[in-house]
């Protein structure tokens, strides 16, 4: 059997950019799985292609910061369109940067985002009829980590 070549990359349409205020760490310290820290979500805004809303408060990122140099974000929150819709996000990601880096972002300093590699997965679910397609979709996104906000940029894969 010929090996296949690969396929055509999928393309990525845009779904959303949020912006998530977040509260000051929860720290639960080092276990053996790592650094556990919560940060509480307080509140954001998000904005969509042709829809807008805002991020509820009450979810929270739950971390494990691994070493020096790594951190693994598990980052539960709910959005809610201007229109009413709320779309309850689930959403994974990896922030790996220098170790210097890294303790900048553990202590909520200022870091250039270009330093940062912080991409995730992010899973939603709705019982919104104009949104259900969301189901049906794969999504990445690419984040920056701010002092007292987090941005994320979220990409339907095609």
Same mark, same amino acid.
């Given at each position: 059997?010929?090996?296949?070549?690969?396929?055509?990359?999928?393309?990525?349409?845009?779904?959303?950019?949020?912006?998530?205020?977040? %509260?000051?760490?929860?720290? @639960?310290?080092?276990?053996? +799985?790592?650094?556990? &820290? /919560? =940060?509480?979500?307080?509140?954001?805004?998000?904005?969509?292609? %042709?829809?807008?809303?805002? @991020?509820?408060?009450?979810? +929270?990122?739950?971390? &494990? /910061? =691994?070493?020096?140099?790594?951190?693994?974000?598990?980052?539960?929150?709910?959005?809610?369109?201007?229109?009413?819709?709320?779309?309850?996000?689930?959403?994974?990601?990896?922030?790996?940067?220098?170790?210097?880096?890294?303790?900048?972002?553990?202590?909520?300093?200022?870091?250039?985002?270009?330093?940062?590699?912080?991409?995730?997965?992010?899973?939603?679910?709705?019982?919104?009829?104009?949104?259900?397609?969301?189901?049906?979709?794969?999504?990445?996104?690419?984040?920056?980590?701010?002092?007292?906000?987090?941005?994320?940029?979220?990409?339907?894969?095609?």
């Amino acid at each position: 059997m010929e090996p296949t070549a690969a396929l055509p990359a999928p393309p990525l349409t845009f779904f959303a950019h949020v912006t998530v205020q977040v %509260g000051a760490p929860q720290e @639960v310290g080092i276990t053996p +799985a790592g650094r556990r &820290r /919560v =940060i509480p979500i307080l509140g954001g805004t998000v904005r969509g292609d %042709g829809w807008s809303g805002q @991020v509820l408060p009450g979810g +929270a990122d739950f971390q &494990r /910061v =691994i070493g020096d140099t790594l951190a693994d974000l598990d980052a539960r929150y709910v959005l809610e369109t201007d229109e009413g819709e709320r779309i309850y996000v689930a959403n994974r990601a990896l922030r790996a940067a220098s170790a210097e880096v890294t303790a900048k972002l553990v202590r909520g300093e200022p870091v250039d985002p270009a330093l940062v590699y912080f991409r995730c997965t992010p899973r939603f679910e709705t019982a919104s009829p104009r949104l259900a397609w969301i189901h049906e979709r794969l999504f990445i996104g690419t984040g920056i980590r701010r002092p007292d906000a987090v941005e994320i940029s979220f990409y339907a894969v095609g």
